[in-house]
């Protein structure tokens, strides 16, 4: 489409009457062509004043609370209808994984016995013992912002220098990416006091989860740290040494 | 460090989709008036337009985190969310009033105004009511069809009886028109 034919659209995409065909072509179009989005913009303003003159009226001042309070609801119904989040719906998740870290970095030999410790996820201390571990620690991460923000870390040492450790976490209207790092609270003799645990990519609902995979000791490290992109630290977890 | 910048849109809503309290009041305070006057005018009585920014402040909450700044201007977006709103309830006291009929019971009589519902605006809206005078009133006819009555153009040409290029360019010069004739205000005040 030409931008004349597009411009012809423009009213229509505005106000919300194009088909979702053609209106999609106008989208498309108005990403690539900053000559319409300023045309966009002026019909914007355009609808903007008209509303203000057809239908611009001081609503009665009690709406404010009523509309408050009705919100207020919604989010706390929203709460109840979500999942349970529980320590041990975490711990069955993380269960799950590690099936899938099991297969991985234990090979086949392992699956069947992998696969049974999955199938009873509400015990960790099962799969523990199937996978001859030396210890599952887990945290909860608290939240160091006003977001709701909730999430839990399982840490696995291992035996066999393979551990691993796992961040799952909910926290819906998050978008983005945020890292996870361990850490040692207290420092250490020993050198290195900070792992990188990858990235949490936010999915649409809120839920981010990352894993890693380790050929070093995480006996010691003792804090999960959730970071922003910015930097802004969004939640930590202590998580109690073996 | 955050800069004392005006907030975006989109950061707006953003914190309104995490139930920040101050963006849902901040939200309410830019657009419950326009949201108010448009169930005013489109569902004719106080209690329904109060229904009518309830329903539409819940909906934004809902549909917050699909909000594309890109896309287009808030404004424009919490107006049109409101106006289909304002359509269903429509489309509903339409079928409510035939159901009403069918059984022999005359329907509500009279949903226009009230005198104390048309109270005085502010400022801004009396220089876009204004404004709104130098529109013809084939334009204002047309933009006011697909504006309240969510009518495409085509609908438009059919209900005025004329060619859609011409519902097209009289829908979209009332817009630019409007546009221009508040810019002219806004210098002269």
New interface residues.
Partial sequence: MTCDEIRELLPEHLLGTLGDLQDLEVRRHLRGCAGCRTELDRLSEGVEWFARAAHDRTPPPELRDRVVNTLEHEWSDADAERPDVSRTRWIGRAAAVVAIVAVLGWGASQTHRANIASADAASYRNVLTTLGGKEFRVGTLAPRIAHPFEGSVVLYDSHQGRSWGIVLVRAPGLTGRAKVTLSIAGGSAAGNTTIDAGWLEFQPDGDAATWLVTSSDLTPFDRVTVTAADGTVLATAEIELA | MRAREPESDAALM?RF?????PA??ML?GRF???I???G???LGS?AA??DL??DT??KL??NA?RYDA????L??WV??VA??LAIDALRRRVLEARSLEAIGRPPDADHRPQPD???A??D??AR??S??ERLSGEQRAA??L???G????AEVAELEGIPIGTA?TR??T??????E??AEEQRDV
């Fill in positions: 953003r989709a995490r139930r920040d309290a849902a009041d309410y419950a008036s326009r108010y006057g448009l005013i005018v489109m106080d337009a109060q920014v309830q402040f819940v909450w809902r985190d890109t896309r287009g201007k404004e424009t107006l049109l106006r289909s519902e048309l109270a605006t502010a801004m809206a876009a009511r404004a709104m933009l006011e697909a504006y309240f969510g009518k495409t153009s097209k829908i979209r009332a817009l630019l028109r409007l546009r004739a508040m």
